[in-house]
């Protein structure tokens, strides 16, 4: 059984605003990048294989974090929100002609106009997920987190979700060939920096 540690980007203009950001490739601020730094991988951790997504915002995260340069992997870009990319959340949900909703109705098929759904999403992550040979972080996105454990924790983006993602810890998840479950302890904080 392999170990799959999650590791979500450090903040953005873009988040800090409430603005989607999906693949546009927007870097971290500098408040986030000086907070990064205080941080490193917990113990056990240093010798995982070291992935990103390609956007700047997760590379840059892995850098200050790990010390080294993270393979990226285009799997792990975050979701397509199509024509919502750019948008703050709380203007979407304030017009209900959109079709925008909550996480908590999305079901798998969800889509954003132009945008991917969560299968979509999984349907990437997934064939890359599987062919992992050894314990692996990935720093990524909040998107590709939420497909990740909505699959070890069975949940079907229907009803409140079983877990929240949150920055500065490892979401760990077992995998093997064909399936991913939640791993003990399934979270582990970030270590102060030396």
């Not at 800090?16 to 950001?21: E, L, T």
């Not at 945008?115 to 349907?123: I, L, R, T």
């Not at 992550?125 to 972080?137: P, V």
């Amino acid at each position: 059984m392999i170990r799959f540690a999650m590791l979500r980007h450090g903040h953005t203009e873009w988040n800090r605003a409430g603005q989607i950001q999906g693949r546009t490739d927007i870097p971290l601020d500098d408040e986030a990048r000086e907070g990064l730094r205080a941080f490193r991988l917990p113990e056990g951790w240093h010798e995982a294989d070291l992935y990103s997504s390609p956007l700047k915002r997760a590379f840059e995260t892995g850098q200050i974090v790990s010390g080294r340069d993270p393979q990226t992997v285009d799997a792990l870009i975050e979701m397509d929100w199509g024509l919502w990319e750019g948008k703050k959340g709380v203007d979407l949900k304030a017009d209900p002609k959109n079709g925008f909703r909550d996480i908590e109705h999305w079901g798998w098929d969800y889509r954003p106009p132009q945008g991917e759904s969560p299968a979509d999403v999984w349907q990437r992550i997934s064939g890359w997920l599987f062919g992992l040979k050894q314990d692996s972080i990935a720093v990524c996105h909040i998107g590709i987190m939420r497909m990740v454990l909505a699959q070890a924790h069975g949940w079907d983006f229907d009803g409140p979700a079983p877990f929240a993602v949150k920055r500065n810890r490892l979401f760990v998840v077992e995998v093997d060939e064909r399936s991913v479950r939640v791993a003990d302890p399934d979270i582990v904080r970030l270590e102060p920096a030396a």
